[in-house]
């Protein structure tokens, strides 16, 4: 099992810049795909981006990409999430989510065992 705590997040302005991170505790980090989805009020949790064990892989969600950077730091137990170019509609809670199996569907948040609480970042104009 692995526990999951997200940081990072806040207000800022458009074409801003943040960065999110989510400290492992538990099991070996190295053990799990990683992911960052995201929810707004009123709307369907939306995956952002995901990395596969070792760093291999990366993957982003189109409205993202070329905005966001996904990473890990084993050293230190995190998965990062650096946000720039920051629009109104990226405003959201923004949680991490760790996927344990062999088979990683990246953007199904189904296929992640265990969640973070999230933490709320907010884009003004």
């Known amino acids: 099992q692995v526990q999951l705590v997200e940081s990072g997040g806040g207000l800022v302005q458009t074409g801003g810049s943040l960065r999110l991170s989510c400290a492992a505790s538990g099991r070996t980090f190295s053990n799990y795909n990683m992911g960052w989805f995201r929810q707004a009020p009123w709307k369907d949790r939306e995956f952002v981006a995901a990395i596969t064990r070792g760093s291999t892989y990366t993957y982003y969600a189109d409205s993202v990409k070329g905005r966001f950077t996904i990473s890990t730091d084993n050293a230190k137990n995190t998965v990062n999430l650096q946000m720039s170019m920051l629009r109104r509609e990226d405003t959201a809670v923004y949680s991490c989510?760790?996927?344990?199996?062999?088979?990683?569907?990246?953007?199904?948040?189904?296929?992640?065992?265990?969640w973070g609480q999230g933490t709320q970042v907010t884009v003004s104009s």
């Open positions: 989510a760790a996927n344990a199996r062999n088979r990683f569907i990246y953007r199904s948040p189904s296929e992640y065992d265990y």
